[in-house]
């Protein structure tokens, strides 16, 4: 069974009105080039928000730039390892200097299937260096720029991992605990005003999830089919993947004012995965 990616089109976004999101305003999302990263950047910037997205691919995140402007939004693309900090200290000050920062969504992540027994530790620490340590150097660069304007909100983009642990995934599962780890550490700090969460979702048609499927299937000795199958949709209520922009309009519902009760917590978007096992 073959699954691809799905198009977005404007009637696929959710469109809130909320006076923050204007021109003015500054949405920073990472992992823009590909799949939630490209879903957030285009649901942020027809809600208005000027968006400014961070990613390795270049010419994969102008591809996104092209669509968030032809869907009437407004984007640019800084080419950046989130690996490095003067990279990522220099995307914040183009970003700065293009309005206020307002939004922060870490959504950048990689996948590595392996036991722990056999994980390799250059994998581990390239995971937790893109996938927890940059969204929180982000998260620490970006909250001064928020408190200026007296409100702000980061969004982590994190995974029914980040409420159970599936078997070869444990960096993957480590990271998406962290997250929401961090999210509520922000949100205890930010007294209302300074506001974090988490998304939690199962498998998304995105690249990160279609690309794992044939080292699910050699890991567990079992055909591709059955991976999408039982082990992908096997808990979940819903035999459906979610789309990337289902995934977006949660992230923009959360920075909007109405989510101001969103302070530390985490949407759990899942069919049921987690919950009803």
Known sequence: MEIKEPVIKRADVLVLEDGDFCKENVCIVTGCGTGIGRATSIAAGVNKLKVVGIDINETQGEKTVEMVKALGGDMICVKADLTQDKELETAVERAAGMGQIKYLANIAGIQHIDAVENFPMEKYDLMQGLMLRAPFFLSQLTIPHMKRSGTGVVANMASVHAHICTKNKPVYNITKFGLRALSQSISAEGEGKIRSFTVSTGFVKTPLALNQVAAQA????????????????????????????????????????????????????????VLTY
């Open 218 to 273: 050699e890991q567990r000795g079992i055909t591709t089919d059955q991976v999408m199958y039982d082990v992908m949709m096997g808990s979940s209520r819903v035999k459906e993947m979610m789309s990337p922009i289902e995934v977006g309009n949660l992230i923009v519902f959360g920075f909007s004012r109405f989510s101001k009760y969103l302070v530390g917590g985490d949407l759990l978007f899942d069919g049921g995965m």
